[in-house]
């Protein structure tokens, strides 16, 4: 079965440092991996997605993440935080054949002024 | 225009009541999900529907009653709630592909429910 680790609870930073969120998967496969941000009483809306090609992922609001085989990483990264990314990020693995995604415990992050 | 929409948005109930939350997308997606958040932010899947017919039933209760009326809808009913229930439930929808693991799901708004 597939699993997701998020190591870090919780994460600060100030506004316009750089930002790198770790996630470690376990598959037995080539993973779909998956970042979303849930923002405080909202749904969950998605960052970026990977599933094979290249192993660098943009995605929305300036986030881009690496895939890496060797060390079972997807870790997300923004090189200038803003205050309002302050959210709760969750790293997701989807296994082939299932419908349905396995979700990281999530890092909430804090954004000092 | 809301692609995945889910009512009500808090639901705040007595133990061993009976409660349904409902799930609409207009996405013309076909496949449909729910998740349960827990007060530690945890997130688990529930149920997951492809083309009204249930795919993925994760070890819940069968308190919990999922029921897709159309593809368009997914709801859910809770029958004898228990303080354990409380939690935000999360409706998501995809559109099927060959990967299947690897759609990617749009998910609702969440419902907040809290047994007294």
């Known amino acids: ?113 | 225009d809301t692609a995945v929409s889910q009512t009500p948005k808090y639901l705040v109930t007595q133990m061993g009541n009976d409660k349904s939350i409902k799930c609409e997308q207009n996405l013309g997606h076909d496949t449909m999900y729910w998740y349960k958040q827990d007060s530690k932010k945890f997130l688990k899947i529930m149920f997951s529907y492809n083309n009204k017919e249930l795919i993925i039933n994760e070890t819940v209760p069968n308190r919990f009653s999922p029921k897709s009326p159309d593809k368009a809808h997914l709801n859910l009913h809770i029958n004898s709630l228990e303080l354990g229930d409380s939690a935000v439930y999360f409706c998501a929808s995809s559109q099927a592909t060959g990967t299947s693991g690897g759609d990617t799901q749009y998910f609702g708004p969440g419902t907040r429910l809290t047994v007294l």
């Open chain 1, 1 to 113: 079965a597939q699993s997701v680790t998020q190591p870090d609870i919780h994460i600060t930073v100030s506004e316009g440092a750089s930002l790198e969120l770790r996630c470690n998967y376990s598959y037995g496969a080539t993973p779909y991996l998956f970042w979303y941000v849930q923002s405080p009483g909202q749904g969950l809306q998605l960052l970026l997605k990977y599933f094979s090609g290249d192993t660098l992922v943009q995605g929305i609001k300036g986030f881009e993440a690496e895939f890496k085989r060797s060390q079972s990483s997807f870790n997300l990264r923004k090189p200038s935080v803003h205050w309002s990314d302050a959210a709760e990020y969750f790293c997701a693995v989807g296994a082939e054949g299932r419908r349905a995604l396995t979700f990281g415990s999530g890092t909430r992050l804090q954004v000092q002024p």
